[in-house]
């Protein structure tokens, strides 16, 4: 039997990028998906027809991160619709980057609201649904670690918090058998993060590999955290960055 049968897997902002990448994976190994998305519709429809091609069941649900009560309410409305609610994926993310004369407080709430309250709330609201073997994934970014370019100080903070929080939950989460984990991708081809921009060479530099990942090379960590080998692994933050941070 595939590893996740039976199971049930929610996954913030799967309509694009690693979240489709990683929505799509988790079906493959025999989840039904729930997943949001903030406003295109059509591409969130794509990927569920691809989870109901592999005869999994399949959810899209209209939830901006920036919203705490839709976050909750889009958790809760999966574990209805699908009767119970085995993995948490917190990948929607803001990436709000520029000059730190331009990037005030308006970028720093929003930045702090996508990337570190919704999981926080996701998080919680998922706990109430979790049973022994509850898995909660985060995606962080690999410049929590090593910021090597101007520009990223509030992205680099709100990604550095997952840290905590995933140690944190990870305490709290702990005597009821649910593991919680941190996954740091490095450079990686999807519409935010272009392997073909003018910014990429420079990118590729600081790997050690030399290229890109593929969403589904971030995707297949995340699916090994949400299955059962990794039942020992909590509060742990795993780089999978091609050698950036080394
Ligand atoms: P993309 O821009 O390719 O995809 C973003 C996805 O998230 C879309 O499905 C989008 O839906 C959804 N989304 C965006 N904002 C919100 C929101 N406020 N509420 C709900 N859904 C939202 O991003 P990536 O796949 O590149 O990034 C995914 C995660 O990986 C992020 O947390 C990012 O920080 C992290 N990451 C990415 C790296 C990279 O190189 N790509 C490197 C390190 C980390 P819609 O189209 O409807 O807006």
Redesign the pocket.
């Known amino acids: 039997a595939r590893v996740l049968a039976g199971k049930v897997a929610f996954v913030?902002?799967?309509?694009?990028?690693?979240?489709?990448a990683v929505a799509v994976r988790l079906a493959e190994d025999g989840a039904d998906v729930a997943l949001?998305?903030?406003?295109?519709?059509e591409?969130?429809g794509a990927v569920v027809a691809r989870i109901e091609a592999l005869g999994r069941r399949g959810l899209a649900i209209r939830?901006?991160?920036?919203d705490p009560g839709a976050i909750g309410a889009a958790v809760d409305r999966a574990a209805g619709e699908f009767g119970r609610l085995d993995v948490l994926v917190n990948?929607?993310?803001?990436?709000l980057v520029g000059p730190l004369a331009e990037v005030g407080l308006a970028e720093f709430e929003q930045t702090v609201a996508?990337?570190v309250r919704?999981p926080f709330v996701a998080a919680r609201a998922a706990a109430r649904h979790m049973v022994d073997g509850g898995r909660i994934i985060s995606?962080?970014?690999?410049?929590a670690e090593r910021a090597p370019f101007p520009g990223f100080a509030l992205?680099s903070m709100s990604?550095t918090a997952l840290i905590g929080l995933t140690k944190g939950l990870g305490r709290d989460l702990g005597p009821r058998g649910i593991t919680v984990n941190l996954v740091?991708?490095?450079?990686?081809?999807?519409?935010?993060?272009p392997a073909d921009s003018p910014m990429a060479d420079t990118v590729r530099g600081f790997t050690a590999v030399g290229r890109?990942?593929e969403?589904a090379e971030?995707a297949a960590t995340v699916a090994w955290l949400a299955g059962t080998d990794s039942s020992y692994v909590t509060g742990a933050t795993i780089n999978v960055d091609g050698g950036f941070t080394i």
């Open positions: 913030t902002g799967g309509s694009r990028g690693i979240g489709a949001t998305y903030r406003q295109d519709a591409a969130a939830a901006d991160s920036a990948n929607a993310g803001a990436f996508v990337n919704a995606i962080g970014s690999n410049v992205y990604k740091n991708p490095g450079p990686t081809d999807t519409d935010a993060n890109y990942a969403p971030i």
